[in-house]
């Protein structure tokens, strides 16, 4: 599989990530922690389709700002807004276990899903570039 091939798949799977995260449903039994770990995941899948698609070689990372760090050491302009994104990182382990995290609230949700739309808008136009 070519490294582009490799990198679409990954970014399809940073977009359902997304839209999973996006999809609120009227059910109280969803916590918003749910949703923010499908925002989370989201981005990570996004800048490692971008990795994938430079050549970057990366670890097994849940970890958004090291994945930033890789990319800016290949000399690529990461914006502050996708900077951003690096608070997203706890959403990939603490919200999966109910004592380790508090409470999010809808705004903080709705603070990660525009953090979210930011990184996969400027992932898509550096995947074409």
């Given at each position: 599989?070519?490294n582009?091939?490799?990198?679409?798949?990954?970014?399809?799977?940073?977009?359902?990530?997304?839209?999973?995260?996006?999809?609120?449903?009227?059910?109280?039994?969803?916590?918003?922690?749910?949703?923010?770990f499908?925002?989370?995941?989201?981005?990570?899948?996004?800048?490692?389709?971008?990795?994938?698609s430079?050549?970057?070689?990366?670890?097994?990372?849940?970890?958004?700002?090291?994945?930033?760090?890789?990319?800016?050491?290949?000399?690529?302009?990461?914006?502050?807004?996708?900077?951003?994104?690096?608070?997203?990182?706890?959403?990939?382990?603490e919200?999966?276990?109910?004592?380790?995290?508090?409470?999010?609230?809808?705004?903080?949700?709705?603070?990660?899903?525009?953090?979210?739309?930011?990184?996969?808008r400027?992932?898509?136009?550096?995947?074409?570039?």
């Amino acid at each position: 599989m070519k490294n582009t091939e490799k990198a679409n798949l990954w970014f399809r799977r940073a977009r359902s990530n997304f839209y999973r995260a996006k999809s609120i449903i009227d059910a109280p039994e969803i916590f918003y922690e749910d949703y923010c770990f499908d925002a989370q995941q989201a981005v990570e899948k996004a800048l490692k389709s971008l990795c994938i698609s430079r050549n970057i070689n990366f670890p097994k990372t849940h970890n958004i700002d090291y994945l930033i760090e890789l990319l800016e050491k290949e000399n690529i302009n990461v914006p502050v807004e996708v900077k951003r994104a690096k608070i997203l990182t706890d959403y990939a382990v603490e919200t999966r276990y109910p004592e380790n995290l508090d409470t999010i609230d809808e705004e903080e949700y709705q603070k990660a899903i525009e953090i979210t739309e930011n990184v996969l808008r400027w992932v898509e136009q550096k995947l074409m570039e």
